[in-house]
């Protein structure tokens, strides 16, 4: 690679008896890494039925590295959400984070969501998870990735985190706030990032850095837990950052994570040895930086309002749900322009932000009849719809479904069905006899 000299100087002086070991790191192929989805199968059960090699992620249980070549992204199993694809270190943050179900926690710079849906397999359908970034269009990646994952307990939405400052102080239990950085520790993986750094440099950051953690820090509880971290070496960027923000919230303090993989080094500094450091030339993964800080005082759950369901007279709607066995005894019904969501019951004032997706989206009444949405297709198990077609993932069927053709059964049926890959749902289908008229929504089926 061609880095920048003014790069490498600074990294000389970072990493000092381990700088040629960085650079020999540089010259190595990046790794492939999957994180299982554990809101759809256990770790145990992937294990089983995995279709390539797996070697795990020491910091995070859910993690695995696999062959690059298996291509994991064209799987039928990454189609059914029981994975994603993400960069081992990358999957740091959220693995720190001590998120517990019944939490209300904000993932304050969510696209494309990979932390979102790590977060929401923490809080495993309980508590509210916001997922937020300033980019809407960025959002529609996160969105995609939320409704594979099958999370219903998600409120996405696009708001300047100074705005939301204003607006929810002190209502978050966990935070997670991985902010925009320079991306020196993705150099190997997108040497396009290396451009960027010399258009803008590392200087650039910092009081962006500081101004989107202060506004997050705000928003935290008193004993609420916030998860700072970028993908870049610079001490500016990291240590410097957290500094900044400790002497302006004299409340906070740094805290030494639950657990500690032994491949991760300290922070720079003695007052800074809490921090997590990866580099590339200690384990499998690409750089990142971490720090968990907790703000003083004693967290109780607040008692948010319950929100109460509107009633849905649709004849259409009212029978399509007579075969969906979906637990929604924490949950209430909300029709928005003939769309139909199941919502957290616990109420999350959103009338001034601007939401992509609320809660779990049923589907559309179209005129006086339902139709199913791709996300409750994904958020369902198979046997809580009573009526399922699954295909092994070697089928030639599961490959003309993904593709939006109608396949044929080997059973007849009248009726929604629920079309699955080794009994993992991919989305609904109509059937007619034997024959299964294609449902999978366009966005969702392999090109």
Known sequence: MNLPESYLQKMKGVLQDE???????????????????????????????????????????EGFYVPAETRPGTHPYYYAGLYYIQEASAMTPASLLPVEE????????????GKTTALAAKLNNTGILIS?????????????NCERFGIRNAYLISSDLRDLAVKYPGYFDKILVDVPCSGEGMFRRDPSLVT????????????????ILSSAVSMLKEGGTILYSTCTFDPAEDEEVIRAVLKEHPDLYLIEPEERC??????????????????????KGEGHFAALLKKQGNRERKNNTVLKSDPVKNASFIEFMKHVSLDRSHSVTKILNDRIYLLPELNFAHDSVRVIRSGLLLGT?????????????????????????????????????LRGETVTADESHDGWVLVCVDGYPLGFGRM?????????EKGYRRI
């Not at 007052?271 to 997590?276: R, S």
């Not at 009444?365 to 199913?372: I, V, W």
């Not at 007619?432 to 999978?440: D, T």
């Open 432 to 440: 007619n006899g034997r024959n299964i008229k294609n449902k999978l």
């Open 19 to 61: 700088y040629e070991s960085y650079l020999r790191a540089m010259q190595e192929p990046p790794v492939t890494s999957i994180r299982i989805n554990t809101g759809k199968i256990t770790v145990e059960e992937f294990q089983k039925i995995s279709p390539f090699p797996l070697e795990p992620v020491p910091w995070c249980r």
């Open 132 to 144: 937020n970034d300033i980019s809407a269009s960025r959002q529609n990646a996160t969105l995609k």
């Open 102 to 113: 019944g939490d209300i926690v904000l993932d304050a710079c969510a696209a494309p969501g």
């Open 262 to 283: 032994p491949l991760f080094d300290e922070g720079i500094g003695e007052d800074m040895k809490a921090c997590v450091r990866l580099y590339p030339h200690r384990l």
């Open 365 to 401: 009444l179209k005129r006086d009849r339902f139709e199913p949405s791709q996300h409750l297709a994904y958020a369902l198990k198979h046997d809580e719809f009573d009526a399922c077609v699954s295909f092994s993932a070697d089928d030639i069927r599961i490959e003309k479904y």
């Open 196 to 211: 960027s750094w010399l258009e803008r440099g590392s200087e650039y950051y910092p009081a962006l850095q500081k101004e």
